[in-house]
């Protein structure tokens, strides 16, 4: 398990972790979603023990990671600025995980090399953007380290390589226990494939729960409401998140129960009510502009 506890990151003025609390259990897919700006890509890089907390501590499986060599052997860290050798070839960086990497399964690179199309052989600084974000999953994988931290990791891949790749990291979780964390803008991509979420904003955790806990936990009502007593009733009676209206036509996402939202609805007797599915980026909406972070007053 990954653990923070109470940790604070600053660069010079800007706080950009700001006691944050979270654990991430294994054997899960961990998602890690948050505001621009929030914290996301400096979280993973003290998860790995790139950077040391201010404040704090992160542990890895009950050890401190900084500057810890056993620890970190445990993690594999892919960063969204994908750096290589100048005129290096996959190769030549096969040889340098393996130095680091005493577990790297190399049978298992070339192999998932050929079914790539990548060739080991050519200068990585030809390959294009998503050919290289392909080679450094493929040396997260096969460095068969017991985490994979992976930033944007489906940014730059096409529609089929998105599916490779989480295909590939659905066999490495059956077979040994990978945990993935993943931290994305992609809000779709992570809701097919994660289980437990983490939402990051302003440097501070707002929330950490299974998605289908939270799925059941927030709900979006369609109604039509014309009675100003009717809509207060609603705002009294449940927590509203959002609400949209055109006309009488009412959108309103509220936290609370499936059913208990229905047996409430159908007590009130609107014209016209249904419950609609909620999407992960419709609750990551919710959510942020609870905290004053408002999508609308962004809208020109």
């Known amino acids: ?17 700001d006691h944050v609390n979270a654990a991430i259990e294994e054997g899960h897919v961990f998602g890690l979603i948050g505001t621009n700006g929030a914290g996301k890509s400096t979280l993973m890089r003290l998860a790995d023990g790139v950077l040391k907390p201010d404040e704090g501590s992160v542990t890895v499986d009950g050890e401190e990671i900084f500057d810890n060599p056993a620890a970190k052997g445990k993690i594999f860290y892919i960063s969204d600025d994908q750096y290589f050798f ?14 680091y990497y005493p577990d790297f399964d190399s049978a298992k690179w070339h192999e998932l090399m050929g079914k ?56 490495e979780i059956e077979e040994r226990g990978l945990t993935p964390v993943i931290a994305s803008h992609n809000l779709r991509e992570l809701e097919d494939i994660c289980e437990t979420v983490g939402l990051l904003h302003r440097g501070g955790i707002l929330f950490e729960k299974d998605l289908d806990e939270m799925k ?62 909620l999407s992960l980026e419709e609750i990551f909406i919710s959510e942020t502009e609870v905290k004053e972070y408002d999508v609308k007053s962004l809208l020109f």
């Open 86 to 99: 100048r005129n290096g070839t996959p190769r030549d960086i096969l040889h340098l995980y393996q130095t």
């Open 116 to 171: 790539f199309g990548l060739q080991e052989g050519r200068k990585v600084n030809t390959f294009s953007k998503g050919m290289k974000k392909q080679l450094s999953i493929l040396c997260g994988i096969c460095a068969n380290t017991k985490y994979l931290l992976c930033d944007e990791t489906f940014d730059g891949l096409d529609p089929v390589m998105r599916q490779a790749v989480k295909a590939v990291f659905v066999r």
């Open 216 to 277: 059941l936990n927030i709900q979006k009502i369609q109604c039509i409401i014309k009675e100003e007593e009717m809509l207060c009733r609603i705002r009294e009676s449940m927590e509203v998140l959002t609400m949209d209206n055109r006309g009488s036509l009412y959108t309103l996402t509220v936290r609370g129960k499936r059913q208990e939202i229905d047996e409430f609805m159908e007590q009130l007797s609107p014209i016209f009510y249904e419950l609609l599915p």
């Open 1 to 17: 398990m990954i653990e923070f506890k109470n940790i604070v990151k600053c660069f010079g003025d800007i706080k950009a972790i």
